[in-house]
Nanobody
Framework: QVQLVESGGGLVQPGGSLRLSCAAS????????MAWFRQAPGKEREFVAA????????LYLDSVKGRFTISRGNVKNTVYLQMNSLKREDTAKYYC??????????????????WGQGTQVTVSS
């Protein structure tokens, strides 16, 4: 079993930055892709970004391109989401996800079998 633990959420003003972290408990060799999703109250869970462990290739939600960056950490099994130029509409609970299987559908919730408990990000003045 892979356990994921997120951290780094909080309250930030519009235009500010936050860095989310996610640590996976299982050996990196079994993880194929890690991703970030978010869910605002009353809305469906939404894909934000993903990174393939084998080659570091990434995929982003259009509305976060140029503002958010997903990256692998130097510490094994760690993934980060650097969020800059935050907007009120980025407010949501952010979830880390992982899959040990290859998939073409990196933006689909159904692709990921492992999820963290989520960390709240609130963008407000």
């Amino acid at each position: 079993q892979v356990q994921l633990v997120e951290s780094g959420g909080g309250l930030v003003q519009p235009g500010g930055s936050l860095r989310l972290s996610c640590a996976a408990s299982r050996s990196i060799f079994s993880i194929n892709t890690m991703a970030w999703f978010r869910q605002a109250p009353g809305k469906e869970r939404e894909f934000v970004a993903a990174i393939r462990w084998s080659d570091g290739s990434t995929l982003y939600l259009d509305s976060v391109k140029g503002r958010f960056t997903i990256s692998r950490g130097n510490v094994k099994n760690t993934v980060y989401l650097q969020m800059n130029s935050l907007k009120r509409e980025d407010t949501a609970k952010y979830y880390c996800a992982a899959t040990t299987a290859g998939s073409l559908y990196l933006s689909s919730v159904a692709t990921y079998g492992y999820w963290g408990q989520g960390t709240q990000v609130t963008v407000s003045s």
